[in-house]
């Protein structure tokens, strides 16, 4: 019988699940720390809303993961809870960079249509 670790393990042995599984990852990073940014402000979803113009259900579903936020979002999300966005870039280790952002392209390219 195969474990639920040993199939993750055999299925990200393919790059193309990797990179789907990474991207996954970070969206579900970003939804934790969007929570624990407006917990820490003492903010409820409805009063981020209020803030930054948007509908609480709007709010549950970024921080859910269910739905990325687009810059402007970010950017009203860290003002209203007293902070600025910050976005960086880092050095990919190993792999081809290229290749992966192209599935990410397609990715997202796929999932807006």
């Known amino acids: 019988m195969t474990t639920l670790k040993q199939l993750k393990k055999r299925l990200l042995q393919n790059p193309e699940v990797k990179t789907e599984y990474e991207t996954l990852k970070l969206e579900e990073k970003l939804a934790a720390r969007l929570v624990q940014i407006r917990l820490s402000a003492g903010l409820t979803q409805k009063q981020i809303a209020l803030r930054i ?43 081809s960079a290229k290749g992966k952002a192209r599935r990410i392209a397609r990715r997202k390219t796929a999932a807006a249509a």
């Not at 990325?68 to 600025?84: I, K, N, Q, S």
Request: charged content about 25%; proline content about 5%.
């Open 53 to 95: 113009g948007a509908k609480q259900a709007a709010i549950a579903r970024i921080e859910s993961g269910r739905h990325a936020p687009g810059l402007a979002t970010l950017e009203g999300y860290a003002a209203a809870t007293g902070r600025r966005l910050v976005v960086d870039f880092r050095p990919v280790k190993g792999g």
